[in-house]
Every structure is written in C-alpha cells, then in structure tokens.
C-alpha cells in the first residue's frame, strides 16, 4: 500500500474532546489521512466541523449512515479504509456493525459498546467479516507500560503476587452534569453511559491496564460501588478487591470526586522478587523495586529498554513523550497491520500491540461483573464473560 491510510470520523465534531485526540494522534507518524466525516448528529454542526478540518464538500456527510452509503461507493482507490467512532458509548454498536457489514475496518473509543451482549455481537462481527476492530485504550500505548509488560513477561520478577491500580479524578466533585457541562452530561446518563459511571468511564482503563501489563486475567472481584454527590444517576465512585487467574489478589480504585486530582493513573505491581510502578502523569519514568537490591529509574528513550519499547518511542531520551504519543501508537500499529494485511503479509506482533474486540468484551464483562457484586450479598463475585 503505496498511500496513506484513509479515515473517516463519525462524531468528534466542533468543541468535542476526543475526537481532536484522535486525529492528533492519527496524523502524528503520516501513515493516516483524514478523508471523510459524520462529524455530529446535528447536520449544521456536522458541515461546519468538516469545513474546518478542510474536508471535501461532498465527503462532509450529516449522518453515519450516508457516510457508510457513499463512501462504499465510492472507487477503491478513493474510499476510506477504516473509520473511527468517537461518539458516546450509546452510538458505537450501530455504526460499528454498519461498518463491517460494509467491508471498513474500525476503531472505536472505549468502552466498546453500551453492555456486553453487543459487544460478543460485535466480535462474532469481526470473525465474520476477517476486518480489524482497534479499541483505544490509550494507556497501553505509552513505551514504559510496554517496559513494564515486557519485564513481567520475561519473568524479571517471577510470579506475580499483588497488583495495585488507582485512576482517581476530581472533575466530578459538583452537580456537573446540571451544570452546562456537556462530557458530565451524558458520561453521567445511563440511557447514553450505561450502567456504571466511574467504573465503566476510567475503571475499565485501570482493569485493562492492569490485565495488559500483568498479562493475568481477573477472574472474581469484590466491589464497593457509591454515588458521592447527591442527584447523580450513576456511581461517581468505587473500590474493587480483584483476584487474577494466577492467584494474585487486587486493589482498584476509581474515582471521579477526589477533588484536586486531575488525570493520576497510577500502577503497582509486585511479584517473588520486586515489583514495579508507574504513573501516568510521569508517563516517561517506570520505577523498578527488588527484593535485595537497589530500586532502579527506567527511562523512556534510552538504549536499555526493551525491543518492545523502543519500537514505541520517537525522540530521543529526555524529550517528553505523552497521552497523545500514546494515543498514536495505537494508531500507528493499527495501520501498520492494514498495510500488512493489504499486501498479504501476516502482521508482526509489535504491529498487532493495539487493544482488540476481545479487550473491549473483557472491559464491558467487568462493568457488569463489578455492578453485579455491589448489589450482591456474597463476597466474591465470579468474573464472567
């Protein structure tokens, strides 16, 4: 494939967050172009958000279905290659399916869907058609996580014993979503969230993040889930006990009324010998610890991290990498696989580092898992698929 992949967009129109994210990050390594749009559900903010980003008139499209309508078809060596969904969670199942059935590769925002029965609906997708579903878990993409896994998977500090996460927030601590705050608005609606607010937002962020690095599995969880401020829908607030398929045992927090915190993702894992930990507001520094010998400072950028890492850093060491250097790894490795498979090649496994359907169906399992154990009265609630 001798061009730029193409994208198309559906959501992330004017003064959206997450869709100027994503298009930062697709553009950052010149692999992607965006092509076309359905850029809001609204028709005149959906042409006046095409207009600005200087797509063609008549690739500026009003709704997801016109856009999967024209541009299918449009000649193959004019059309988009894949699109990218970035609407709220409620809008990603539909327009997902619409686009495998018409033959588009995608990316999606997480959570993937609304619940988990269109989730496995969306896999059986996937399998179906043989296309590429990316899910952006932006966390996994920064180079010292990928330290961190790399160390765990090469046994660096033999079985894994505790893992420690935490992702608290403060932005949630008013009546925000009464207040004109349009993200607060519907990421606090279970009709457009789902069933969980903290958990399901950025508690599904931490839960993959720990399974990612970790390389386990959760397989019970005991939870404790609270709406802090009062008239909230949904939980703004939770604590989870984990156990992994190994044994090890757990700790999650997520919450999104810790006043004073901005975005403080942090990680702790331990095994036989030492243990690791990571912050993503620090996202170029891993501190590795070990049981009978001095902790070390790894760096991002430096010539002894593993493979692995560097194949996911840019500039050389003590040049910040960040959230948007992460988001377009993801990105990144998504097109080097459908440059691969267009020219019939088996893509390599640092290709294939990108969170798949099958991460997002384990995020929208723990949703329903950790919901289901805070009404429940047992104390370990099995974690099922």
């Not at 008549?58 to 609407?87: C, G, H, N």
Request: aromatic fraction near 8%; charged fraction near 25%.
């Amino acid at each position: 494939m001798r061009r730029k992949i193409r994208m198309g967009m559906i959501g992330g129109g004017k003064d959206a967050f997450i869709g100027a994210v994503h298009r930062i990050a697709a553009n950052i390594d010149g692999q992607i172009e965006l092509c076309c749009g359905a850029l809001s559900a609204h028709a005149d903010i959906a042409k006046e958000s095409g207009e600005e980003l200087y797509l063609p008139a008549d690739r500026i499209y009003t709704t997801y279905q016109e856009l999967f309508e024209k541009e299918s078809q449009r000649p193959a060596e004019d059309r988009m290659d894949f699109v990218t969904i970035v609407t709220p969670n409620f809008a990603h199942f539909e327009p997902a399916m619409m686009a495998l059935d018409k033959g588009f590769n995608v990316v999606i925002e997480k959570p993937i869907t609304l619940n988990l029965e269109q989730a496995k609906q969306l896999k059986q997708k996937v399998e179906e058609t043989g296309l590429t579903l990316c899910l952006t878990h932006t966390y996994s993409g920064y180079p010292m996580v990928k330290q961190a896994r790399q160390m765990v998977k090469d046994g660096k500090f033999g079985k894994i014993r505790k893992v420690m996460v935490e992702y608290p927030q403060g932005w949630l601590s008013r009546l925000s979503e009464r207040e004109g705050n349009a993200q607060a608005a519907w990421r606090t609606d279970p009709s457009k969230s789902g069933k969980s607010g903290s958990m399901g937002d950025i508690g599904t962020h931490a839960a993959h993040l720990s399974e990612y690095i970790t390389g386990l599995q959760i397989t019970q969880v005991c939870a404790d889930l609270n709406i802090v401020v009062p008239g909230r829908a949904l939980d703004d607030d939770g604590n989870v006990l984990l156990k992994f398929d190994n044994g090890a045992s757990g700790v999650l927090v997520a919450t999104q009324i810790a006043a004073g915190e901005e975005n403080a993702l942090k990680i702790k894992v331990y095994g036989e010998h030492g243990g690791l930990e990571w912050h993503q507001m620090e996202p170029n520094t891993l501190i590795v610890k070990w049981l009978d010998e001095p902790a070390q400072i790894y760096r991002a950028g430096q010539a002894y991290l593993s493979d692995v890492a560097k194949h996911n850093v840019r500039v050389p060491g003590g040049h910040p990498e960040g959230y948007l250097e992460a988001f377009a790894n993801i990105y990144r490795n998504f097109a080097l696989t459908l440059q691969a498979k267009a020219a019939g090649n088996t893509p390599t496994a640092e290709m294939l580092d990108f969170p798949s359907v099958d991460d997002g169906i384990r995020g929208m399992a723990f949703i329903d898992n950790v919901v289901a154990s805070n009404h429940s009265d047992q104390k370990w609630y099995d974690h099922k698929i």
